[in-house]
């Protein structure tokens, strides 16, 4: 990994809580219209799948924790889905201002996860929602390594990403390149074939890897669409091979005992 590159990733990454894009061309105007597109039905349309990744941690551990660790944690808006699963959570993310705004249950702490000096096998479970599809350049390996030295023996990583085969796809991947990124997503991120995430979890050694689809469902989807497709789909987040055709998938992987 160019250690210049994955520095210069790390100012984007910082920069997306600061310096929001100033949307002037016509079809960016279009598409950010509330016809098309509304902060509302972002937040809301990221629910159902943050509970997914919440249900399941539960589902492999169903006993309250000791110490989870949330990274990036970001503002710490999954602490409304995790932070009532472990006795003690921790948080890490680029940001500052994002940290700051963490809610005071967290210990958090400003910093990279290649480099937070966190003890060997501390924590029970490492949740690191929509991580992985900003690395993509760079491989997940490297990341998942330190995942797994922080984690204690038999300890789980509940991953949330989206995945390349979920069919809108098709229409909005070519929208973002055709029209300037207009929603303001950092430049490099996307969504990616599931299998390239479970082949770097063996590499590093996780077993009893679980995955399955978070959501059906999509933010360009109105509210009461969303409901009814979150419904609908309910008994297909877990069937194969559907479950990879999720908007977005949740994968879970233990460190050996």
Not at 51 to 59: G, H, K, S, T, W
Not at 62 to 85: K, Q, S, V, W
Not at 117 to 144: K, N, Q, S
Not at 165 to 179: C, E, G, Q
Request: glycine share 6%; hydrophobic share 40%; with cysteine.
């Amino acid at each position: 990994m160019d250690q210049q590159d994955y520095e210069a990733k790390r100012e984007r990454e910082r920069a997306w809580y600061t310096e929001k894009p100033v949307r002037r061309s016509f079809a960016q105007r279009v598409l950010n219209h509330p016809l098309i597109y509304r902060q509302e039905r972002v937040e809301f349309n990221y629910v159902f799948p943050k509970r997914q990744m919440a249900q399941m941690v539960r589902r492999h551990r169903p006993e309250p924790m000791d110490r989870l660790l949330i990274a990036p944690c970001g503002t710490g808006a999954d602490m409304a889905y995790l932070g009532d699963l472990s006795r003690e959570a921790h948080g890490i993310d680029l940001s500052p201002e994002a940290v700051a705004q963490c809610p005071a249950s967290m210990q958090t702490r400003v910093g990279d996860i290649l480099t937070s000096e966190y003890p060997d096998a501390t924590f029970d479970v490492v949740a690191a929602p929509l991580f992985f599809h900003h690395l993509l350049r760079f491989g997940f390996d490297r990341f998942l390594y330190e995942f797994y030295r922080v984690l204690k023996p038999g300890g789980g990583l509940v991953i949330l990403e989206p995945s390349l085969y979920y069919p809108l796809n098709l229409i909005t991947r070519p929208v973002k390149h055709v029209f300037g990124n207009p929603y303001g997503e950092v430049e490099d991120e996307g969504p990616f074939r599931p299998a390239l995430l479970e082949r770097a979890l063996r590499r590093v050694g996780f077993v009893e890897i679980d995955v399955r689809a978070a959501s059906f469902s999509h933010p360009a989807f109105y509210i009461p669409l969303a409901r009814l497709v979150n419904r609908l789909t309910r008994s297909l987040l877990g069937a194969w091979p559907m479950k990879y055709w999720g908007w977005q998938l949740v994968f879970w992987a233990e460190k050996p005992k």
